[in-house]
């Protein structure tokens, strides 16, 4: 099945930010439920953007966001402080999000991540930046996932994030990324893929249109979760149809039931 990350609990949007600020749980819990409702299958939690904030900021939003959902939660921060405070809060088994192989983020990560029972995002990311082809995203895909098999992961609870860069800033960002996912997903049997959805479109206008074309082209590619916004019907159509498309939904049984909710329409 498709993963669907909720990506709206974060304190890069201007109404969480006053939200966190005001503490204002009532416009988190409803937010959490929107997505919810929506299909999320999980909510990503990222309170970094109120800097010198961030692990208190961290602990008000998952105690709030547990009181309105029983999902499984995205703990999204790159500090592994944060990370293991958030790890000790959640009341069902979470993804983590995430480790890379930045020697300082890895070294601290490790020795926490090893016996725990948790899914993570491993970020084809090293101190070397961002990657700028497909062998290097997927170089760092083997050696990252290597690692933490090494340390007892199974390959069904890492989910390898290629680094979606957008399209704004070089044109080949978009295959760069296609190509990726098909190398992961063939190459490490048995990985998830996911990453940052509207990385794609940034820089650019009518953002919700490339979001959801990319998504599909990602999804024939083997694409299998993202952190996405649920609340978009049009790209929550786009992931059920896809689905479809792929021979996943068996007599079409999903698809039928969101043309019957009045949810996938043309
Ligand atoms: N990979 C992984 N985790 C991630 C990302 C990724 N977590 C964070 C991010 N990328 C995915 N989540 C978001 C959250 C918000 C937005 C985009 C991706 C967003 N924010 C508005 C903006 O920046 O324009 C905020 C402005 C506003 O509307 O108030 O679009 O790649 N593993």
């Given at each position: 099945?498709?993963?669907?990350?909720?990506?709206?609990i974060?304190?890069?949007?201007?109404?969480?930010k006053?939200?966190?600020?005001?503490?204002?749980?009532?416009?988190?819990?409803?937010?959490?439920?929107?997505?919810?409702?929506?299909?999320?299958?999980?909510?990503?939690?990222?309170?970094?953007?109120?800097?010198?904030?961030?692990?208190?900021?961290?602990?008000?939003?998952?105690?709030?966001?547990?009181?309105?959902?029983?999902?499984?939660?995205?703990?999204d921060?790159?500090d592994?402080?944060?990370?293991?405070?958030?790890?000790?809060?959640?009341?069902?088994?979470?993804?983590?999000?995430?480790?890379?192989?930045?020697?300082?983020?890895?070294?601290?990560?490790?020795?926490?991540?090893?016996?725990?029972?948790?899914?993570?995002?491993?970020?084809?990311?090293?101190?070397?930046?961002?990657?700028?082809?497909?062998?290097?995203?997927?170089?760092?895909?083997?050696?990252?996932?290597?690692?933490?098999?090494?340390?007892?992961?199974?390959?069904?609870?890492?989910?390898?994030?290629?680094?979606?860069?957008?399209?704004?800033?070089?044109?080949?960002?978009?295959?760069?990324?296609?190509?990726?996912?098909?190398?992961?997903?063939?190459?490490?049997?048995?990985?998830h893929?996911?990453?940052?959805?509207?990385?794609?479109?940034?820089?650019?206008?009518?953002?919700?249109?490339?979001?959801?074309?990319?998504?599909?082209?990602?999804?024939?590619?083997?694409?299998?979760?993202?952190?996405?916004?649920?609340?978009?019907?049009?790209?929550?159509?786009?992931?059920?149809?896809?689905?479809?498309?792929?021979?996943?939904?068996?007599?079409?049984?999903?698809?039928?039931?969101?043309?019957r909710?009045?949810?996938?329409?043309?």
């Amino acid at each position: 099945m498709f993963e669907v990350i909720g990506e709206r609990i974060n304190t890069t949007f201007k109404k969480v930010k006053a939200a966190v600020i005001d503490r204002d749980g009532a416009y988190i819990q409803d937010d959490v439920q929107k997505q919810e409702a929506s299909g999320a299958t999980y909510i990503d939690v990222n309170a970094g953007a109120r800097i010198g904030h961030e692990k208190e900021d961290m602990e008000w939003l998952l105690k709030v966001v547990q009181e309105a959902t029983t999902l499984p939660l995205c703990l999204d921060s790159p500090d592994p402080e944060v990370l293991e405070m958030a790890y000790s809060m959640v009341n069902t088994t979470p993804m983590v999000n995430s480790i890379s192989l930045e020697k300082d983020r890895f070294e601290a990560m490790m020795p926490f991540l090893k016996g725990k029972e948790c899914k993570i995002i491993a970020l084809c990311m090293d101190d070397s930046g961002m990657p700028k082809t497909v062998d290097d995203i997927v170089n760092r895909a083997k050696s990252i996932v290597g690692e933490l098999e090494a340390i007892g992961f199974k390959r069904q609870n890492i989910y390898v994030d290629p680094l979606i860069q957008p399209m704004s800033v070089d044109g080949n960002n978009g295959m760069m990324a296609m190509d990726a996912v098909k190398a992961i997903m063939t190459e490490l049997e048995g990985v998830h893929t996911t990453g940052g959805l509207s990385n794609i479109s940034y820089g650019l206008p009518q953002r919700k249109i490339i979001n959801r074309i990319f998504l599909a082209m990602m999804m024939k590619q083997g694409f299998d979760s993202a952190i996405m916004d649920p609340l978009d019907n049009e790209i929550m159509a786009v992931v059920k149809t896809a689905d479809m498309l792929k021979g996943n939904d068996n007599f079409c049984m999903n698809f039928l039931k969101g043309v019957r909710a009045g949810t996938i329409k043309a």
